[in-house]
């Protein structure tokens, strides 16, 4: 089943001519008969030779099958041609058994998908891991085909079989190879810091030491596998720096698995901002404003985004901030009327909504370029207000 075919039937006594099927039974067909697979068709002209045709063998059982050619809606012509409608026939093919397996590299614990086409039709069909019987109820359809999930028991790395048969066969077997590789799970798969989690790892090397590290920490070498390639290990989730971790477990024979923890997709609480909120910060230039808030929680950690802007919805902002990992934050303001909102954003990189509220506040009273202005202002003032105090002294001194 499955193999490209190219055939070609060629008239000797006569020649072809008008509608026609490629067709394929699995026994030679009468013209009454309606049981066939249509390979191809199409129109040939009169005095045509030689009809060539590529084909995909289709899903059959073991043993002979028949690929003919049937012609219908023939031209006028000679009575015996017309009514003639199998005029070449090519076979019979012996259909061979195939069985295949699915992923061909796989874990224990792991589901593999078992085909199998060109059996007999209708049997039982027997099959075998590593030389034991599998417990599957396993019977070929009416083409010869059956299909069986098995999950992969507790095993050591390396090449496994998997062999089958059928009645029919005569005892003859078909082979399936798996790689088996090392798989490790952790429990439970999201834990935090300080949680008390179970590693435990499969299709290692049979009787063999284990070495274990949580992102680049040491957590044991002295795990040591049973004679399928197994072992459990409890420990304590480390704090480390990494915002992706992963645990990866290697046997002395080199074989090698890593577990990446899954990121949590669920974000932090919004933080509640303090202060400011309606404040003054000074009366003349920049002024130095310390933002405060609520701090919130995540098991993966948590950084803050302080963002301050000149209109309610801050945006887009003056100023701004990211991996803030404290509930407070300052920055020098010029004067003026200012927005601030703040949000955190875990160690997954979920981010918590802004608070719905924008706290505004004020920076100074008076602007530099006014406050320059003011004392040019009271400079002339001062200094008119001398020269005509001078005046007035000469003239009464006179």
């Known amino acids: 089943m499955g193999t490209t075919v190219s055939i070609s039937i060629t008239a000797t006594a006569t020649w072809f001519w008008g509608d026609y099927q490629v067709i394929w039974s699995n026994k030679p067909l009468a013209p009454e008969d309606t049981d066939y697979i249509v390979l191809a068709k199409g129109r040939l002209p009169q005095r045509t ?81 590593d030389g034991n019987p599998v417990n599957l109820d396993i019977t070929t359809s009416e083409k010869g085909s059956f299909s069986a ?14 062999r089958t048969s059928a009645e029919g066969m005569y005892g003859s077997e078909l082979v399936a190879v798996v790689q088996v590789v090392p798989g490790i799970s952790l429990q439970p798969e999201r834990p935090g810091i300080g949680d008390t989690v179970t590693l435990t790892g499969r299709g290692f090397a049979a009787s063999s030491q284990v070495t274990v590290k949580y992102d680049d920490i040491l957590i044991t070498d002295q795990v040591k596998t049973d004679a399928s390639g197994s072992f459990s290990h409890e420990f304590q989730v480390p704090e480390t720096k990494e915002v992706r971790h992963k645990v990866t477990a290697t046997d002395k024979a080199g074989n090698k698995a890593t577990f990446e923890l899954p990121l949590e ?39 803050y985004i302080v ?28 004067p003026g009327t200012y927005y601030w909102r ?15 509220h924008y706290y505004p506040f004020r920076v100074g009273f008076f602007s530099a370029w006014a406050l320059a202005i003011a004392a040019i202002v009271l400079l002339i003032i001062f200094i008119l207000a001398l020269r005509a105090f001078f005046r007035r002294l000469s003239e009464y001194l006179r």
Not at 280 to 295: A, I, L, S
Not at 310 to 325: D, L, Q, S, W
């Open 49 to 129: 030779q030689q009809v060539s045709v590529t084909f995909t063998v289709p899903e059959a059982p073991m043993g002979n099958n028949y690929v003919q050619i049937r012609f219908f809606n023939r031209p006028e012509g000679s009575e015996y041609f017309k009514n003639l409608p199998y005029v070449g026939s090519a076979g019979p093919f012996t259909v061979l058994s195939d069985f295949k397996l699915t992923p061909t590299t796989a874990s224990p614990g792991t589901k593999v998908t078992l085909r199998g086409t060109g059996f007999p039709a209708k049997r039982q069909v027997a099959l075998a891991f």
């Open 149 to 162: 999930e098995f999950v992969l028991p507790p095993t050591i790395a390396g090449r496994h079989e998997f």
């Open 265 to 303: 997709g669920e974000p932090p609480e919004a933080p509640l901002p303090i202060y400011p909120a309606n404040h003054r910060f000074g009366w003349f230039g920049p002024q130095v404003v310390t933002f405060k808030w609520e701090g919130v929680t995540d098991p993966s950690g948590v950084s």
């Open 307 to 334: 963002e301050v802007g000149t209109t309610p919805r801050v945006f887009p902002p003056v100023v701004a901030k990211e991996g803030i990992t404290g509930t407070s934050w300052s920055v020098k303001l010029k």
């Open 342 to 356: 703040v949000r955190a954003v875990d160690g997954a990189g979920n981010a918590s909504d802004w608070e719905s």
